[in-house]
């Protein structure tokens, strides 16, 4: 079995910055593509940032030149470093993994979630 610990929310004033981490374990063989989602109150949950195997990465509008997807696969970590801050990027970020696992290649996991608040 495997799973996915997102750590790093907190809370900020407006224009700082906050890293959040993403740490796979268990009977992992590899990490495909990896996502952050963010769900603020009363919204549907949103895409935030992927990036691919092979390094490829995308961002919703909103987060285009302030957040930094990034990952470390000999640490089975990815990671999201969001500088800029405002307190529309409040919400409860969510890592999503694609793994290849001893049980199955291709499993699609998701994390419980890392609260993070943005005060203006």
């Known amino acids: 079995q495997a799973q996915l610990v997102e750590s790093g929310g907190g809370l900020v004033q407006a224009g700082g910055s906050l890293r959040l981490s993403c740490k796979a374990s268990?009977?992992?063989?590899?990490?495909?593509?990896m996502a952050w989602y963010r769900q603020a109150p009363g919204k549907q949950r949103e895409l935030v940032a992927a990036i691919t195997s092979d390094g490829s990465t995308n961002y919703a509008d909103s987060v285009k030149g302030r957040f930094t997807i990034s990952r470390e696969n000999a640490k089975n970590t990815g990671y999201l470093q969001m500088n800029s801050l405002k307190p529309e990027d409040t919400a409860v970020y969510y890592c999503?993994?694609?793994?290849?696992?001893?049980?199955?290649?291709?499993?699609?996991?998701w994390g419980k979630g890392t609260l993070v608040t943005v005060s203006s």
């Open positions: 999503n993994a694609n793994l290849d696992t001893v049980i199955r290649n291709g499993m699609n996991y």
């Open positions: 268990g009977s992992i063989y590899s990490i495909n593509a």
